[in-house]
């Protein structure tokens, strides 16, 4: 069975900072990454990161944000610096099978940025 599971979520004030991180399991994955989730929104891509750690970020979290990864733990990271209240979001982690077009998700972990 494959789980990921998200940790460091919470409730930060604006410009504070958090470190998201997800610990996956049961396979071998290639691209991680992270996706969020506001009330009403679709989800949106936050960030990626091949095997290789090459990195992709949304606009709106350049220069904020940096996604990484510890492929000996299977885990990847999203620290997020300067935080706005437009972060406010369920984040869910995301890993590709190596093998297979399938794609596995974390349960979620709520962001909340106050003003």
């Known amino acids: 069975q494959v789980h990921l599971v998200e940790s460091g979520g919470g409730l930060v004030q604006a410009g504070g900072s958090l470190r998201l991180s997800c610990v996956a399991s049961g396979s071998s994955f290639g691209t991680m990454g992270w996706y969020r989730q506001a009330p009403g929104k679709q989800r949106e891509l936050v960030a990626t990161?091949?095997?290789?750690?090459?990195?992709h970020y949304v606009d709106s979290v350049k220069g904020r944000f940096t996604i990484s990864r510890d492929n000996a733990k299977n885990t990847v990271y999203l620290q997020m610096n300067s935080l706005k209240p437009e972060d406010t979001a369920v984040y869910y982690c995301n890993a590709q099978s190596r093998f297979y077009y399938v794609d596995y998700w974390g349960q979620g972990i709520q962001v909340t940025v106050s003003l």
């Open positions: 990161i091949t095997s290789a750690s090459d990195t």
